[in-house]
């Protein structure tokens, strides 16, 4: 049970790692024409609280390549889940599955689902006994026909509702939930950010928070946001006030997780918790939840699904954001020195104190 539960993590991460780039360039694309605008057109806000790029063409077309982009990215990831299981064959279900899980509001959790569907549908069909002239055809008109349409009607007649269904749940909960709960809020969507760093647990709590943008709750995307940035931004400074603590192959994979912090990619932490899970993965959750406590208390809302500094123009409150992702970004670099000078000794590399 464990090794198909290992398994099947690796799938996901197969497809994680394809839709890295999507979700980045998507997200910096739509942050960085929202943000210009608003520095350009300071009043560019419509009434309801979301940017009008009517005077500005130039960065309506950057925001649509963006948009393009971040539409694209449940695709890609079920059809990359499924290629990870089934090889090239995967692919045609799996794009299916995850553009449907877009257009039935199943959004990420509909594309995970679709993408093992397809893939373990796929397999199937390679087992089945065929004769020798049918053989040739398989992967390229039997297998992606049936699979495809295997994989779309449970998409559009089983899973994608409920899911859809459930996500409406998780907005109206959020409308009516209290000072209280909206704490606990913040403090699971923070922890979920820094979990995995990127991985099927990050992107839940991050879609989540894009999906409430839609619905015109921008705090839960500004408690993600400040989340966001604070693993590798905390770790980058903890190799900076630390530096005995640090070998100096991690200080340079500090200086580059300073820099994917800033631009609000949390997978600038990977290098340290792949190398360190135990102490790395609790001290930069801790730093996330503090972020994103302190965002959502602040009533930070962000216009953008995306996070990290480069949002800046585009959240509210600007003061608390700023204020949050240095706190996190302190608890985390406090933190994991902290844990590394009383579990470990002698220091990381002598001499590099300079």
Request: glycine share 14%; hydrophobic share 55%; charged share 10%.
């Amino acid at each position: 049970m464990r090794a198909i539960l290992r398994q099947h993590k690796q799938y996901l991460l197969t497809g994680v790692s394809y839709v890295i780039p999507m979700i980045a360039c998507g997200g910096i694309l739509i942050a960085t024409a929202i943000a210009l605008l608003t520095m350009l057109h300071p009043m560019s806000m419509t009434p309801s609280g979301g940017p009008d790029f009517s005077a500005s063409p130039a960065l309506k077309v950057v925001l649509d390549i963006g948009d393009a982009a971040f539409k694209m990215a449940l695709p890609v990831l079920a059809g990359f889940i499924a290629y990870g299981m089934a090889g090239r064959p995967g692919l045609v279900p799996g794009l299916i599955g995850g553009y449907l899980a877009g257009t039935t509001n199943a959004g990420f959790l509909g594309a995970l689902l679709a993408g093992l569907l397809a893939g373990h549908v796929v397999n199937l069909l390679k087992k089945m006994p065929v004769h020798r002239f049918v053989r040739p055809i398989m992967p390229i008109l039997i297998i992606p026909i049936v699979s495809g349409l295997a994989v779309g009607i449970v998409m559009i007649q089983v899973v994608g509702g409920p899911i859809a269904q459930f996500m409406a749940f998780l907005g109206a909960w959020l409308q009516s939930m209290g000072e209280g709960n909206a704490i606990v809020l913040a403090t699971i969507l923070g922890g979920m950010i820094a979990f995995d760093m990127g991985g099927p647990v990050n992107k839940a709590a991050f879609f989540f928070g894009a999906a409430m943008i839609k619905e015109g709750n921008y705090s839960v995307m500004g408690a993600c946001a400040a989340a966001i940035c604070t693993p590798p931004l905390g770790l980058a400074l903890a190799t900076l006030i630390g530096r005995r603590r640090w070998t100096e192959e991690q200080r340079e994979s500090g200086l580059a997780a300073l820099g994917m912090g800033m631009v609000g990619i949390t997978e600038g932490a990977i290098p340290f918790a792949a190398g360190d899970p135990v102490r790395v993965i609790p001290s930069i959750m801790l730093g996330s939840m503090v972020a994103a406590v302190v965002a959502m208390l602040g009533g930070v809302g962000d216009h953008a699904p995306h996070g990290g500094p480069i949002v800046l123009p585009v959240v509210d409150h600007r003061l608390t954001y700023v204020l949050a992702i240095v706190l996190g970004t302190l608890v985390t670099a406090v933190t994991i020195n902290l844990v590394k000078r009383l579990t470990e000794d002698p220091p990381a590399v002598e001499g590099a104190g300079r």
